[in-house]
């Protein structure tokens, strides 16, 4: 069944908690008609775990940010003031014009969208087996990561969390953690790769490229608004 376009919501500045808890209930409450919607949020900083996270990962320095367990897949990862996070609410059952998807491919999808959006700031980002999210490609900051992604996807096929680029930000709290579980990882934005970007159009590059690729809308037909509806916005 096809349905409307998705809808694209920019929330500003807002604390995880509060949209972690709008976010299950927009999905608790969703119908086989509900549009998918694409949330832009940037967070306060914020450690967040995923369901089977070790709280050993979090190091020296991790007490002076507060720690929020999520029911996201994935490890320990740090958002914060400079950082695009986009949350994907979506059927994934649900007839798109490239038909339905599957998780797997959801996640190659998202992972070429951040690679395009990198591609035209010229720079480049790779996958690396094993390990989600995207990583400079080459040079002396070769296997850096720039991105992450986490995401809870409910056995009826509905999606939740999403996906975070680094673009201007303060890296240091990243050092306060072993990022996705990994020791040592160095933890990159695209500012330290020699780019100075808007984070607001960073934002909407990368919303608009999730939601071509995914097939949430035809390109160029996603609604963009400024909050969420009113019914909504007391989950909040």
């Known amino acids: 069944m ?3 376009p998705a809808l694209i919501r920019q929330l500003g500045l807002a604390e995880y908690e509060p949209i ?4 299950r209930a927009f999905t608790d409450a969703r119908a086989a008609d509900t549009p998918d919607e694409l949330w832009i949020v940037e967070h306060p900083p914020v450690f967040t775990l995923g369901l089977g ?15 929020v367990q999520t029911d996201r897949g994935g490890e320990v990862t740090f958002h914060g003031p400079g950082q695009v996070v986009i949350y994907l ?6 007839n798109k014009p490239g038909g339905k998807l599957y998780a797997r491919q959801f996640v190659h999808k998202i992972e070429q969208a951040i690679i395009n959006v990198l591609r035209a700031y010229n ?10 999210g995207i990583y400079i490609a080459g040079g002396p900051k070769k296997g850096a990561k720039i991105a992450a992604l986490g995401l ?5 096929g509905c999606t939740y969390h999403g996906v975070s680029l680094n673009v201007g930000m303060d890296l240091a709290p990243f050092s306060w953690i072993n990022p996705c579980g990994y ?26 490229e999730l939601a071509h690729l995914l097939h949430a809308t035809e390109p160029d037909a996603a609604s963009t608004v400024s909050t969420l509806e009113p019914a909504r916005a007391s989950s909040l």
């Open 2 to 4: 096809s349905t409307a």
């Open 20 to 23: 972690f808890a709008a976010m």
């Open 152 to 156: 809870k996807v409910r056995g009826n």
């Open 183 to 208: 020791a040592g990882l160095e933890t990159i934005d695209m500012r330290s790769m020699g780019v100075e970007a808007p984070l607001a159009d960073v934002q909407l590059a990368l919303a608009n």
């Open 53 to 67: 996270a070790d709280r050993g990962h979090l190091l020296a320095g991790a007490s002076s940010i507060p720690v």
């Open 123 to 132: 720079l480049d980002g790779e996958r690396v087996d094993g390990a989600p």
């Open 89 to 94: 609410l979506m059927d994934l059952r649900r």
